[in-house]
């Protein structure tokens, strides 16, 4: 059974820093992309980050890039955002999912997590 359980979410203020985790099981993670998607409150999910199945390959949203950065621990099954330079507009439930390949859209997720909320608030 595929089981991806994201934690490290929180309350932080603007231009504050917070690190994600998704602990994997149940699948091959060294073989899969993995990816980071959002979802406001109120709206759709918005996909954030992708990393190929070795590391070295990783895309982002513009709306992201330059201050979350996204990694991968293959033997430990765990996949991780690092979150900085916060503003109120990141505020989301943040979900991990595995895919097949890389890429900068929302298909090809078939299983996901309960997701980790993170508020930016002064």
């Known amino acids: 059974e595929v089981q991806l359980v994201e934690s490290g979410g929180g309350l932080v203020q603007p231009g504050g820093s917070l690190r994600l985790s998704c602990a994997a099981s149940?699948?091959?993670?060294?073989?899969?992309?993995m990816t980071w998607v959002r979802q406001a409150p109120g709206k759709g999910l918005e996909w954030v980050s992708d990393i190929d199945s070795g590391g070295g390959i990783t895309y982002y949203a513009d709306s992201v890039k330059g201050r979350f950065t996204i990694s991968r621990d293959n033997a430990k099954n765990t996949l991780y955002l690092q979150l900085n330079s916060l503003k109120p507009e990141d505020t989301a439930v943040y979900y991990c999912?595995?895919?097949?390949?890389?890429?900068?859209?929302?298909?090809?997720?078939?299983?996901w997590g309960k997701g980790t909320l993170v508020t930016v608030s002064s």
């Open positions: 149940g699948f091959t993670f060294i073989t899969y992309v």
């Open positions: 999912a595995p895919r097949l390949y890389l890429a900068r859209h929302l298909d090809g997720m078939d299983y």
